[in-house]
């Protein structure tokens, strides 16, 4: 399970919003996530939310849908008490865990709540990840045909001992199959990579992105592992059973998938993500990156509506039974200050091809802007345009760069 929740104020049981909500709204688009905490098998890496069938404890799986339909109910009755009114979610994204491990129909339950409790907006982006071992050709079509337009695929690796080290549990030859069923259902399709794996090689990942390549995705996702606290990972690490990931390869790794992905078509748009084209760029993600307004679903959610944040509570026996009394599933909320929103902006801003315009920046961080593009993190052409365009030296240093825009 993921550590332990952010301290904050207690979020009221009733949910209900401050007007100040209000504030700027018909200049934001809202989202949808829904959390699906289910895994077959926890991955060693893996900090997220989630949970295996012997971890549940008073929760099933099979209510889970249930559940989930509640809140989204809870949710679009909140937004209109707090004078929220016709504001269909833009994006709606299915996100775990693994949330192709319940049946195609529980899936289809939950997007049809969000579309008559919150309505979706005619051309909105439906999403949902899936594991490649845990859909076939009648899955995919079902929930195309029930609305979904887009399907993003952890492959993580096509390298069967880096696989091994992520304790993913899908054959890599399986992924091309799960990529051409989903073309073949009208799905846009996305694969997700991990590099700087323990014992990867360079030519393991070069393989990893060719294969990936091979499938011809519209959008491809490339992290760097990260080792987070708390995870099966962290201990083998720190008990000397695995390196450590070497962070001067993972820089080679990432100036690898980049000048790959370009030769292929694809353009960068955020750090770690590329597109054959901006119509297929991740919409629900860019709401993230540009602090629109989104609402979480299921346990451990967070969302975000007009400078208020709160998440849930973690565990699905105990988000099952705040659902069953029609209370709001929420553990704790903060209302952000005008400096938290404003370094939030910064710091997801400058990880955008869109970049930072340079006039809605703090007059110390304007000035900073000549020194970066002496250090050529920030490229000087979109510069003289007025905005912070990070360069392929400056993606690689990003936290650098918000550093040096924010002290």
């Known amino acids: 399970m993921a550590g332990p929740q952010p301290i904050a104020d207690p979020a009221p049981l009733d949910g209900a919003l401050p007007a100040s909500v209000l504030d700027g709204a018909s200049d934001r688009m809202l989202s949808v996530y829904l959390h699906v905490p289910f895994c077959?098998?926890?991955?060693?890496?893996?900090?997220?939310?989630?949970?295996?069938?012997?971890?549940?404890?008073?929760?099933?799986?099979?209510?889970?849908?249930?559940?989930?339909?509640?809140?989204?109910?809870?949710?679009g009755a909140t937004l209109r008490a707090t004078g929220f009114s016709d504001r269909p979610a833009g994006t709606v994204f299915f996100?775990?865990?693994?949330?192709?491990?319940?049946?195609?129909?529980?899936?289809?339950?939950?997007?049809?709540?969000?579309?008559?409790?919150?309505?979706?907006?005619?051309?909105?982006?439906?999403?949902?990840?899936?594991?490649?071992?845990?859909?076939?050709a009648e899955y995919l079509a079902t929930l195309a045909d029930a609305g979904f337009t887009r399907v993003s695929f952890g492959m993580q690796s096509a390298v069967p001992h880096v696989l091994a080290t992520l304790e993913r549990t899908h054959?890599?030859?399986?992924?091309?199959?799960?990529?051409?069923?989903?073309r073949r259902a009208g799905l846009q399709v996305s694969v997700d990579l991990i590099y700087g794996t323990p014992?990867?090689?360079?030519?393991?990942?070069?393989?990893?992105?060719?294969?990936?390549?091979?499938?011809?995705?519209?959008?491809?996702?490339?992290?760097?592992?990260?080792?987070?606290?708390?995870?099966?990972?962290?201990?083998q690490i720190r008990s000397g059973l695995v390196a450590r990931p070497d962070e001067d390869l993972q820089a080679d790794m990432y100036e690898l998938v980049d000048a790959r992905l370009a030769a292929a078509g694809f353009d960068w748009y955020e750090?770690?993500?590329?597109?054959?084209?901006?119509?297929?760029?991740?919409?629900?993600?860019?709401?993230?990156?540009?602090?629109q307004d989104w609402w979480g679903i299921g346990p451990g959610a967070h969302s975000h509506i007009g400078g208020v944040r709160w998440w849930n509570v973690k565990h699905p026996a105990a988000y099952a039974a705040r659902m069953s009394e029609g209370l709001s599933?929420?553990?704790?909320?903060?209302?952000?200050?005008?400096?938290?929103?404003?370094?939030?902006?910064?710091?997801?801003?400058?990880?955008?091809?869109?970049?930072?315009?340079?006039?809605?920046?703090?007059?110390?961080?304007?000035?900073?802007?000549?020194?970066?593009i002496a250090d050529e993190l920030?490229?000087?052409?979109?510069?003289?345009?007025?905005?912070?365009?990070l360069t392929l030296r400056g993606r690689l240093l990003a936290d650098a760069v918000v550093r040096r825009l924010t002290e």
């Open 378 to 389: 920030v490229n000087a052409e979109a510069a003289l345009r007025g905005t912070v365009e």
């Open 271 to 291: 750090v770690s993500n590329w597109a054959k084209g901006a119509e297929f760029r991740s919409r629900h993600n860019l709401a993230y990156w540009r602090s």
């Open 171 to 182: 054959d890599p030859d399986r992924v091309p199959l799960v990529v051409d069923w989903a």
């Open 40 to 75: 077959r098998v926890r991955c060693g890496y893996c900090d997220f939310n989630t949970y295996t069938a012997t971890e549940l404890r008073g929760a099933k799986q099979s209510d889970y849908a249930s559940e989930a339909a509640a809140e989204v109910a809870f949710a």
């Open 329 to 372: 599933p929420g553990a704790g909320r903060e209302t952000l200050d005008a400096s938290t929103r404003e370094l939030e902006r910064v710091l997801l801003e400058a990880r955008t091809r869109e970049g930072i315009a340079i006039p809605s920046l703090a007059a110390e961080a304007r000035t900073a802007v000549a020194g970066l």
């Open 199 to 235: 014992g990867e090689s360079i030519d393991d990942w070069s393989a990893s992105v060719d294969a990936a390549l091979s499938t011809h995705p519209d959008h491809l996702s490339a992290y760097s592992l990260i080792v987070e606290d708390g995870t099966k990972l962290a201990r």
């Open 95 to 136: 996100g775990g865990g693994t949330p192709t491990l319940l049946p195609a129909t529980d899936l289809v339950r939950m997007l049809d709540s969000v579309r008559d409790s919150i309505g979706i907006a005619a051309g909105a982006e439906v999403t949902t990840e899936a594991n490649p071992d845990s859909v076939d």
